[in-house]
Nanobody, 111 residues
């Protein structure tokens, strides 16, 4: 059974950092395109970052070098390191493997 379980969200002050984790089961993260999306109320879910099987990564323009996506093949986990957070980064962050979604983790950045 495929599962994606996000964790690591929380409340942080502007300028702070968080590391989100996406623990995968039922498939191998290194064989899939792993992505992080985010969504705020009333808006569509938007891509934040993506890592390919090759290890290549892509980021949304709004990341501007502040976030880093990575994966640990041994732990079968994908990560999103977020630095220099701003209030506009507040959202529910979701992990995706191209087919399945996790339940999301809330990130709130206070000004």
């Amino acid at each position: 059974q495929v599962q994606l379980v996000e964790s690591g969200g929380g409340l942080v002050q502007s300028g702070g950092s968080l590391r989100l984790s996406c623990q995968a089961s039922g498939f191998t993260v290194s064989s899939y395109i792993m992505s992080w999306y985010r969504q705020t109320p009333g808006k569509e879910r938007e891509l934040v970052a993506r890592i390919y099987s090759s290890g290549n990564t892509v980021y949304a323009d709004f990341v501007e070098g502040r976030f880093t996506i990575s994966r640990d093949n041994v732990k079968n986990t994908a990560y999103l390191q977020m630095n220099s957070l701003i209030p506009e980064d507040s959202a529910v962050y979701y992990c995706n493997n191209g087919l399945n979604w996790g339940q999301g983790t809330q990130v709130t950045v206070s000004s």
